[in-house]
C-alpha cells in the first residue's frame, strides 16, 4: 500500500476511534465502518468520485442521508412499542391471574371438557380459577 493511502486510512481511523471514545460514535459503527474506511484509503479516484457526487448533488446526498435516519428510526420506534406492548399485556397477566402454582393439561385435546368438569367440582378453596389457553 503507497504511504498516502496508508496515512488517509491512518488518519480516518484515528477520527472515528476518537469519535468512538469521546461517545459520539457508538462503538460497533467503528468496526462495522472500518471496511468502508480500507476501501476509500485504498481507492483515491472512487473517494473522490464520492466525495465530488456528493457534493454535487447535495440534495440528493441530504435526501438519502435523512431517509436512511427516518427508516432507522421507524424501525427502531416498531420495536421498541413491540417490546412495550409485549411487556405491558405480560405484566397485566400477572397482576390480574396473580401467581400459578400448578398448569394442568390433557395429553389429548379431545379430554378436555373432561378435564374442565372435573377442575369445576373441586373445592373453591383449592381452585382459585381456571383459564383455557390453546
Known amino acids: 500500500m503507497p504511504l498516502r493511502p496508508a496515512l488517509t486510512f491512518a488518519g480516518l481511523l484515528a477520527a472515528a476511534v476518537l469519535l468512538a471514545g469521546v461517545g459520539i460514535l457508538p462503538f ?7 471496511p468502508f ?4 484509503a485504498g481507492k483515491p479516484i472512487l473517494r473522490r468520485l464520492a466525495v465530488r457526487n456528493a457534493i454535487r448533488r447535495s440534495r440528493e446526498t441530504a435526501l438519502v442521508l435523512l431517509g436512511s435516519l427516518l427508516g432507522t428510526a421507524i424501525i427502531t420506534g416498531s ?3 413491540g417490546d412495550t ?16 402454582d400448578e398448569l394442568v393439561s390433557p395429553s389429548d385435546a379431545r379430554l378436555l371438557p373432561a378435564l374442565q368438569r372435573a377442575l ?3 373445592p373453591s378453596a383449592d381452585v382459585a380459577g381456571t383459564c383455557l389457553l390453546y
Not at 28 to 34: F, I, N, T
Not at 94 to 100: A, E, F, V
Open 28 to 34: 460497533l459503527v467503528v468496526a462495522l465502518s472500518v
Open 120 to 122: 369445576a367440582h373441586l
Open 37 to 40: 474506511l480500507v476501501m476509500l
Open 85 to 100: 406492548l409485549h411487556s405491558s399485556i405480560r405484566h397485566s397477566a400477572y397482576t390480574q391471574l396473580g401467581p400459578i
Open 79 to 81: 420495536m421498541i412499542v
